[in-house]
């Protein structure tokens, strides 16, 4: 089925099960380092960040920004958000633990089953593709994304803008393989466990679970494409889960057990991990077995944008200046951007792009009257239910929900 292996012997061959064809001097080495004078890192970022960080190409994609090596994690530039579609090799990579599995898909399964099921059954990777096949567009973000801008700073993997993608997944419904063992009416929620494992004994597996609502909607998937290739090893080959509209804390890859359970999953990666203070975010989705009087499971992502066209203190030539970026929320639907350029005093619309899904990043773009000097652009979406950012950050002890407007700098002369 699978053999746990550490990171270095496993990626390059993983890779190429994924169907990325890699030369053998490439499996053989995970990391390819560019010789880079800077690493572009989110303003914010706490200072030591710089020292750490390094533009780094795993198998099969382009420069990221490394962050991390064990667990491995790594960060997309603001160069790659430039379009509504994250292509798979610029696509971020989130990692818990550090022993990442080396996959064979011939022999690949997924163990369903669990006391909230009226049976048990075994499912191959064909067994997948054989099922009616659904494809949504919807952004993976990482419950931490941003998590570096915290101010003041807080523990943890130091994101800046880009621990989050846009990928069209395709994939056989959790509805549909649940359907095959049947749920009981005690069953409350699905948990999910992945290939992946801890270096040392000590270290708590990382499972996760949803609430059986979520898990039976129609757009959670069990993925083996992204952007119409077989998932890339860094995320999640041969299939992982989709959760459209959560943080991605539940997007489980290489998805090994799905387990219907009668009492709350009880492991580390729920409580006390991955938890915001109750009462400190407008979301709407909850996870009731779950919560407690003083914290919930992070669930939906809250509505955020991005500008992406321009890095903070580009320089512009005085006059017309297209600028643009992204906007998403947990899948309410992009209602309006607005910019200012005056620090928040005043408003206008911006002009919204291309629709590819209520859980997909929707392109914006506003044209700006450059004056010479600098020149300020602040964003702000809001979503079909009325929620929009903030105009100061909602701090918490993880640096969860970072979606402060984003102002930047633009220098014309």
Known sequence: MFTRRTLLSAAGAGAALAGGGF?????QQIVLQ?????VPLSPGVPAGVASVARMEALPGKKPLIKLAYRAPNYEAPLDYFRTPITPNDEFFVRYHLSNIPQVDAKTYQIDVGGDGANGQATL????????????????????GNRRGLSNPHVAGVEWGYGAMGCARWKGARLKDVLDKVGLKKEAIEIAFNGADGPVLDATPDFIKSLPVWKAIDESTLIAYEMNGAALPHFNGFPARLIVPGWTGTYWMKHLISVTALTKPQGGFWMNPAYRIPVGKFPVVARFASQENATSTPITEMVI???ITSHPDGAKVKPGKVTVGGLAWDAGYGIRSVEVSTDSGKTWSSATLGDDLGRYAFRPWSFELNAKRGNNTVMANATNAIGQSQVATL????????????????????
């Open 394 to 413: 909602i701090w918490n002890p993880a640096g969860y929900h970072n979606n402060v407007m984003q102002n930047i700098t633009l220098v014309a002369g």
């Open 23 to 27: 030369a053998a001097k490439a499996a």
């Open 124 to 143: 191959t990777l064909d067994d997948l593709k054989a099922m009616p096949a659904y494809e949504i567009v919807a952004v993976n973000q990482c419950s």
């Open 34 to 38: 560019f010789d880079v004078s800077r």
């Open 304 to 306: 955020n944008s991005l």
